[in-house]
């Protein structure tokens, strides 16, 4: 069975750093890309990031470019958020969620498998 | 970017209906479109890829259909489970992958 979970979400202080977490299960981060997707309370839907299947495509929001960078553990089956320089903006639920397409890469599907997201409030 | 109007953003309908919802881009995505319903506090759930494939276990009361530009999601009979926040996704190209608004859709 296909999971993501997330977790590391949390209250954190404007400027200050958060690192999210998805462990995944039932595929392999060498087999699909993964996508962050997030939601500010009561607001729609925003794609963040996504990471191909080897890692070495990546693409960012232009909110989040430059402070925000995704990698991950192979070995843990598991896929980090680094968020530096946080701002009340990026206060939201965050969702990880995996690709449609095997092996996508530059361009991908949409995401058929969400994690049950993970809350990151920025305030002071 | 590619921009998504999605409409109406909210819709009450009851029992029964059937309910259509729009998205429209604002240059032309082939059939890079997806639907999405999400439940209040759950995480969305795919329905419709390439704007008119069912995805697998999906009721098939859902539907979608159109190219380019112009996008239509349907609900053929709508049920009580199926009150929730519905959005389209488009995934033409390169990032960013734009989703539309939302429309909430209530029971009459």
């Known amino acids: 069975q296909v999971q993501l979970v997330e977790s590391g979400g949390g209250v954190v202080q404007p400027g200050r750093s958060l690192r999210l977490s998805c462990a995944v299960s039932g595929f392999t981060l060498t087999t699909y890309g993964v996508h962050w997707v997030r939601q500010a309370p009561g607001k729609g839907l925003e794609w963040v990031a996504v990471?191909?299947?080897?890692?070495?495509?990546?693409y960012y929001a232009d909110s989040v470019k430059g402070r925000f960078t995704m990698f991950r553990d192979n070995s843990r089956n598991t896929l980090y958020l680094q968020m530096n320089s946080l701002r009340a903006e990026d206060t939201a639920v965050y969702y990880c969620a995996k690709d449609r397409a095997v092996r996508a890469f530059l361009y991908y599907y949409g995401m058929d498998v969400w994690g049950q997201g993970t809350t990151v409030t920025v305030s002071s | 970017d590619i921009q998504m109007t999605q409409s109406p953003s909210s819709l009450s309908a009851s029992v029964g209906d059937r309910v259509t919802i729009t998205c429209q881009a604002n240059q032309d995505i082939s059939n890079y479109l997806n639907w999405y319903q999400q439940k209040p506090g759950k995480a969305p759930k795919l329905l419709i890829y390439d704007a008119s494939n069912l995805e697998t276990g999906v009721p098939s009361r859902f539907s979608g259909s159109g190219s380019g530009t112009d996008f239509t999601f349907t609900i053929s009979s709508l049920q009580p489970e199926d009150i929730a926040t519905y959005y389209c996704q488009q995934y033409d190209n390169l990032p960013p992958y734009t989703f539309g608004q939302g429309t909430k859709l209530e029971i009459k």
């Open positions: 990471i191909s299947y080897d890692g070495s495509n990546q």
